[in-house]
């Protein structure tokens, strides 16, 4: 069996930091494996072969955490002999480092989260890999763009993490969707045996909090759709397509944006909700139409004025367009006085709020906007509007 020792390179250079390496022998034969883990020669200890303890300064947490992947690594190079081991075949010290770099190109977080990308993009699942995008991205700003092996990700790191997020001001919601992602993928990574489950994720934050209230009384989007904007082109059209919206109970924007010439039949409108295909039946009212013909029919098989050309990046026109009307929506929250950004996703909480403010069933409610269940549509509804619970309790207060 191979043997692993750890083992530091001094400087040539007085006061300068030497070099962590790993010795691999087997068969008599030697090779050497080097890291960038780099230590004061007073930091090493040569008796014990490890990382000196006892020190104090602004280096201790750097030495822990090259104390800490040292043991990964050693760890790591063991399982390797291991395997081959079990194989009962012929293996040389070079098939060990060859392996152990194998593992690292393939197994570091970054590039094992671009095979996944790359794997959902294959199967269709675009928004699924966007979103997976979207938490890499944000992980790697948060690394500084330096990578991480799967087998690395410790409570610490993911503690750091969400540490950075609360320091960025973004909320809970924001670092929970980044970490239920990043989990997801740890998760996949163990289930292949790639990796031993450490349980890094158990001291962050990965539930889901109560959202903010999103919704808008009827009053003020009253005063949105009747805002005179014939001056404002691109204020017009976020206004339409933000009425556009509510009209269409509360439909998503990329639902808007997908809707079919053909989907428009008979009066009424049907179409499959792209994040659950969930098929939904809608009234075509003369508002709706009046939204339509106010702008010249596009070239495209879509009804609605969002993708308006054929052979195209279709999400990326979608993409561009729903990050210009959400700008263009806070500029109109402030000229009707509305405190909170103004997005076209607040026009979906607006419909369900409304609806329920005119007394209907959460079953109407949640079938009205495509839910899967009506307790999807209760944590929409629990943070809506609480003036009616307020009111309750100024009743029963007077009865003091």
Same mark, same amino acid.
């Given at each position: 069996?191979?043997?692993?020792?750890?083992?530091?390179?001094?400087?040539?250079?007085?006061?300068?930091?030497?070099?962590?390496?790993?010795?691999?022998?087997?068969?008599?034969?030697?090779?050497?494996?080097?890291?960038?883990?780099?230590?004061?020669?007073?930091?090493?200890?040569?008796?014990?072969?490890?990382?000196?303890?006892?020190?104090?300064?602004?280096?201790?947490?750097?030495?822990?955490?090259?104390?800490?992947?040292?043991?990964?690594?050693?760890?790591?190079?063991?399982?390797?002999?291991?395997?081959?081991?079990?194989?009962?075949?012929?293996?040389?010290?070079?098939?060990?480092?060859?392996?152990?770099?194998?593992?690292?190109?393939?197994?570091?977080?970054?590039?094992?989260?671009?095979?996944?990308?790359?794997?959902?993009?294959?199967?269709?699942?675009?928004?699924?890999?966007?979103?997976?995008?979207?938490?890499?991205?944000?992980?790697?700003?948060?690394?500084?763009?330096?990578?991480?092996?799967?087998?690395?990700?410790?409570?610490?790191?993911?503690?750091?993490?969400?540490?950075?997020?609360?320091?960025?001001?973004?909320?809970?919601?924001?670092?929970?969707?980044?970490?239920?992602?990043?989990?997801?993928?740890?998760?996949?990574?163990?289930?292949?045996?790639?990796?031993?489950?450490?349980?890094?994720?158990?001291?962050?934050?990965?539930?889901?909090?109560?959202?903010?209230?999103?919704?808008?009384?009827?009053?003020?989007?009253?005063?949105?759709? =009747?805002?005179?904007?014939? /001056?404002?082109? #691109? !204020? %017009?059209?976020?206004?339409?397509?933000?009425?556009?919206?509510?009209? @269409?109970?509360?439909?998503?924007?990329?639902?808007?944006?997908?809707?079919?010439?053909?989907?428009?039949?008979?009066?009424?409108?049907?179409?499959?909700?792209?994040?659950?295909?969930?098929?939904?039946?809608?009234?075509?009212?003369?508002?709706?139409?009046?939204?339509?013909?106010?702008?010249?029919?596009?070239?495209?098989?879509?009804?609605?004025?969002?993708?308006?050309?054929?052979?195209?990046?279709?999400?990326?026109?979608?993409?561009?367009?729903?990050?210009?009307?959400?700008?263009?929506?806070?500029?109109?929250?402030?000229?009707?006085?509305?405190?909170?950004?103004?997005?076209?996703?607040?026009?979906?909480?607006?419909?369900?709020?409304?609806?329920?403010?005119?007394?209907?069933?959460?079953?109407?409610?949640?079938?009205?906007?495509?839910?899967?269940?009506? =307790?999807?549509?209760?944590? /929409?509804?629990? #943070? !809506? %509007?609480?003036?009616?619970?307020?009111?309750?309790?100024?009743?029963? @207060?007077?009865?003091?």
């Amino acid at each position: 069996m191979a043997s692993i020792k750890v083992k530091f390179r001094y400087s040539s250079l007085p006061d300068s930091e030497g070099t962590i390496y790993y010795q691999i022998i087997h068969d008599r034969k030697t090779r050497q494996l080097f890291t960038d883990y780099h230590l004061l020669a007073s930091e090493w200890s040569e008796r014990r072969s490890t990382v000196a303890t006892g020190h104090s300064g602004s280096r201790v947490a750097q030495m822990i955490s090259i104390k800490e992947h040292i043991r990964l690594d050693v760890e790591r190079l063991t399982k390797i002999v291991r395997q081959f081991d079990s194989r009962c075949l012929e293996y040389s010290a070079d098939d060990i480092v060859e392996e152990y770099k194998r593992f690292v190109s393939e197994y570091s977080l970054f590039n094992y989260m671009k095979s996944v990308i790359s794997s959902l993009k294959q199967n269709h699942k675009i928004r699924t890999s966007e979103t997976y995008q979207a938490a890499l991205n944000s992980f790697r700003k948060f690394r500084g763009g330096k990578d991480i092996l799967l087998d690395c990700i410790t409570s610490e790191v993911m503690e750091s993490f969400e540490a950075w997020h609360r320091k960025k001001g973004n909320t809970q919601n924001t670092f929970s969707f980044y970490a239920r992602i990043l989990r997801a993928t740890y998760n996949r990574a163990v289930e292949q045996n790639i990796i031993e489950n450490r349980f890094p994720f158990r001291h962050v934050y990965t539930g889901v909090d109560k959202t903010v209230k999103r919704a808008l009384p009827l009053n003020i989007i009253k005063r949105i759709k =009747s805002l005179n904007l014939k /001056y404002s082109p #691109s !204020l %017009d059209y976020a206004r339409d397509m933000f009425m556009m919206s509510f009209m @269409l109970r509360g439909m998503s924007f990329i639902d808007m944006a997908y809707l079919r010439k053909s989907d428009l039949a008979h009066g009424y409108v049907s179409y499959r909700r792209r994040k659950t295909g969930q098929k939904l039946i809608i009234e075509w009212t003369e508002d709706m139409q009046r939204v339509v013909d106010k702008y010249p029919e596009n070239s495209s098989d879509y009804l609605l004025p969002i993708i308006k050309h054929r052979g195209i990046n279709e999400r990326c026109v979608y993409r561009t367009a729903g990050y210009r009307i959400n700008c263009n929506l806070k500029k109109l929250g402030g000229m009707v006085g509305v405190e909170m950004p103004l997005t076209l996703y607040v026009a979906r909480h607006s419909w369900a709020s409304a609806a329920r403010a005119k007394g209907i069933p959460v079953s109407v409610i949640s079938e009205g906007m495509g839910h899967d269940s009506e =307790s999807t549509t209760q944590i /929409y509804l629990a #943070s !809506l %509007d609480t003036s009616m619970v307020d009111r309750a309790n100024m009743l029963i @207060l007077s009865s003091l």
